[in-house]
Protein backbone atom coordinates (compact mmCIF):
# COMPACT_ATOMS: atom_id res chain seq x y z
CA UNK A 1 0.00 0.00 0.00
CA UNK A 2 1.31 3.22 -0.87
CA UNK A 3 0.82 6.39 1.31
CA UNK A 4 1.17 10.03 0.63
CA UNK A 5 2.15 12.48 2.72
CA UNK A 6 0.88 16.21 2.76
CA UNK A 7 2.04 19.26 4.41
CA UNK A 8 -0.42 21.07 6.45
CA UNK A 9 -1.00 24.43 5.85
CA UNK A 10 -2.61 27.49 7.56
CA UNK A 11 -4.14 30.31 5.89
CA UNK A 12 -4.98 33.91 6.96
CA UNK A 13 -6.21 37.11 5.80
CA UNK A 14 -3.24 40.39 6.28
CA UNK A 15 -3.78 43.95 5.70
CA UNK A 16 -1.13 46.63 5.05
CA UNK A 17 0.01 48.93 8.18
CA UNK A 18 -2.37 51.91 6.26
CA UNK A 19 -5.34 50.37 6.73
CA UNK A 20 -7.22 50.51 9.64
CA UNK A 21 -7.34 47.39 11.36
CA UNK A 22 -9.83 48.11 14.49
CA UNK A 23 -8.06 45.46 16.87
CA UNK A 24 -5.72 46.42 19.35
CA UNK A 25 -2.66 47.81 18.61
CA UNK A 26 -0.33 44.83 19.30
CA UNK A 27 -2.30 43.48 16.18
CA UNK A 28 -4.88 41.43 18.13
CA UNK A 29 -7.12 39.99 14.68
CA UNK A 30 -3.92 39.13 12.77
CA UNK A 31 -3.38 35.62 14.81
CA UNK A 32 -6.35 33.87 13.28
CA UNK A 33 -4.64 31.30 11.13
CA UNK A 34 -7.35 28.87 9.76
CA UNK A 35 -6.78 25.61 7.38
CA UNK A 36 -5.94 25.92 3.58
CA UNK A 37 -8.75 24.50 2.21
CA UNK A 38 -11.22 25.02 -0.69
CA UNK A 39 -13.54 27.11 1.65
CA UNK A 40 -11.67 28.94 3.78
CA UNK A 41 -9.26 29.74 0.62
CA UNK A 42 -12.74 30.93 -1.29
CA UNK A 43 -13.47 33.31 1.33
CA UNK A 44 -10.12 34.76 1.94
CA UNK A 45 -10.18 35.22 -1.53
CA UNK A 46 -13.41 37.40 -1.79
CA UNK A 47 -12.53 39.44 1.14
CA UNK A 48 -8.73 40.71 -0.49
CA UNK A 49 -10.57 41.48 -3.53
CA UNK A 50 -13.10 43.51 -1.47
CA UNK A 51 -10.45 45.05 1.21
CA UNK A 52 -8.19 45.84 -2.37
CA UNK A 53 -11.37 47.04 -3.84
CA UNK A 54 -12.14 49.62 -0.92
CA UNK A 55 -8.50 50.70 0.21
CA UNK A 56 -6.42 50.64 -2.54
CA UNK A 57 -4.21 47.67 -4.98
CA UNK A 58 -2.02 45.21 -2.24
CA UNK A 59 -3.41 46.22 0.61
CA UNK A 60 -4.86 43.37 1.62
CA UNK A 61 -3.36 39.21 0.72
CA UNK A 62 -3.30 36.21 1.96
CA UNK A 63 -0.77 34.56 3.70
CA UNK A 64 0.44 30.82 4.42
CA UNK A 65 2.78 28.89 6.09
CA UNK A 66 3.09 25.23 7.25
CA UNK A 67 1.15 24.16 10.31
Same mark, same amino acid.
Given at each position: ????? *? %??? !???? #??? /???????? +????????????? *? %??? !???? #??? /???????? +???????????
Amino acid at each position: MKTTL *R %ALT !EIRL #RRS /EEVFQGCE +PEGGCDHLWIPDN *R %ANR !ERLV #RAV /ELGNRLHG +PATHWIEKRQA
